[in-house]
């Protein structure tokens, strides 16, 4: 049976309880998913071909360090960056390095940063360059399944419903969706219940309170949902070597649905994607 207590009566760990934040809490967490935000959006004019991502990396650390945030990547659990840059077939996790980006790669860019003790998480897909039309199409579906997921996020569902909608959708399009990795509970603890998984059935799963705050951050491939982890223990990549998308917001449930915390300022929350292509109606 799911647990649902708040936050402040739980311990500082993940206890498999549901923790239900209250309306400090949420401005705490709105400020630190702003500045997450913001930092994404500084990120767009820097993504282009013969940029490294050791380069993004030291950009975010340096963000982080004038605003007087912390990046929660670094050190955390043995890893030495301050972000994570998943390009191409890299589901997640991909580690910056010194290789410069290439004309039509796709990478996608995870940001955490801890603000007086709040986490505020999110990713985007970025193009670099001009892109071929399936890597922009790829880009295109899992925006939308992250936006049909968000429609979900309200008092009364339950997380499957939340799968199920990014599941029907993808695969309706020809996409997968991966299977290994999941959105989590956030707040004060970086990862925290419930998982939020990309797939699944309506009606199924624990059931969605006010209070509750997590990540939903669909991956998405072009080919099979099947994923690898590399030697390096960190860097999940396709099985199949297709391309793979992944964006990611923080949502807090409210009484009537949820605020997304990391919506971007400055309307890049999809950059280089026609947006008519994605918000039009489904049939």
Not at 10 to 25: F, K, V, W
Request: hydrophobic share 40%; net charge negative.
């Amino acid at each position: 049976m799911t647990s649902y207590l708040e936050a402040e009566l739980l311990p500082s760990r993940n206890t498999g309880a549901i923790r239900l934040y209250d309306a400090e809490a949420f401005e705490g967490m709105r400020r630190a998913c702003q500045l997450t935000a913001r930092c994404l959006d500084e990120l767009a004019a820097l993504v282009v071909p013969g940029t490294t991502t050791e380069e993004i990396d030291a950009y975010v650390f340096r963000f982080a360090m004038e605003a007087g945030a912390l990046p929660a990547t670094l050190n955390y659990r043995g890893y030495m960056k301050s972000v994570c840059t998943s390009i191409n077939h890299v589901v997640c996790h991909g580690i910056p390095n010194d290789k410069p980006l290439r004309e039509g790669d796709i990478v996608n860019i995870d940001v955490t940063l801890i603000v007086d003790g709040y986490h505020g998480d999110a990713s985007r897909m970025y193009p670099v360059g001009r892109l071929k039309r399936a890597a922009e199409r790829l880009c295109e579906v899992t925006y939308r399944s992250l936006l049909l997921a968000i429609d979900e996020v309200k008092p009364g569902n339950h997380m499957g419903d939340i799968g199920a909608a990014i599941q029907a959708y993808a695969e309706a399009e020809r996409c997968s969706v991966v299977r290994d990795f999941c959105g989590h509970g956030v707040g004060r603890l970086f990862h925290d219940a419930p998982n939020v998984l990309h797939y699944g059935r309506r009606g199924e799963g624990a059931e969605i309170r006010p209070g509750m705050i997590f990540t939903i951050e669909p991956m998405i491939n072009l080919g099979k949902p099947h994923v690898k982890v590399l030697p390096d223990g960190w860097t999940a990549v396709t099985r199949d070597r297709t391309l793979s998308a992944q964006y990611e917001h923080t949502v807090g449930v409210t009484e009537t649905g949820c605020d997304v915390f990391t919506r971007s300022p400055g309307g890049l929350e999809a950059p280089g994607l026609d947006m008519s292509n994605i918000l039009t109606p489904i049939a």
